[in-house]
């Protein structure tokens, strides 16, 4: 299994990023596929996701109304789309996925066994 990351950059507060996951070895409409992020000196923290292979999407609190997730299903790709971006979103964004989450652990980093390598997003303010 690889997920490939990639759509990080630098943008000023009020700008947006789309980010990109792309799998292989797996197919992202039948698992668990989630957005995680870790700020220096912090730890990672969820983002967002979908749970299983519905259309239900959870977010952190603070993302909502921001952020949103989606996937292609024909690329095999699942998408961050960032707007009103804010200096408190810099991080470097990860990719996950798990295949029988229980929904109750969607938002762990450690029931996720399957990471990309990480997209840096820095916003300017």
């Known amino acids: 299994v690889q997920l490939q990351a990639s759509g990080g950059g630098l943008v000023q507060a009020g700008g947006s990023l789309r980010l990109s996951c792309a799998a292989s070895g797996l197919t992202v409409s039948r698992y668990s596929m989630g957005w995680f992020r870790q700020a220096p000196g912090k730890e990672r923290e969820f983002v967002t996701a979908?749970?299983?292979?519905?259309?239900?999407?959870y977010y952190d609190d603070s993302v909502k109304g921001r952020f949103t997730i989606s996937r292609d299903n024909a690329k095999n790709t699942v998408y961050l789309q960032m707007n009103s971006l804010k200096p408190e979103d810099t991080a470097v964004y990860y990719c996950a996925a798990s295949a029988g989450l229980i929904l109750s652990s969607l938002r762990h980093q450690n029931a996720h066994p399957y990471w990309g390598q990480g997209t840096q997003v820095t916003v300017s303010s």
């Open positions: 979908f749970f299983r292979s519905g259309s239900n999407t």
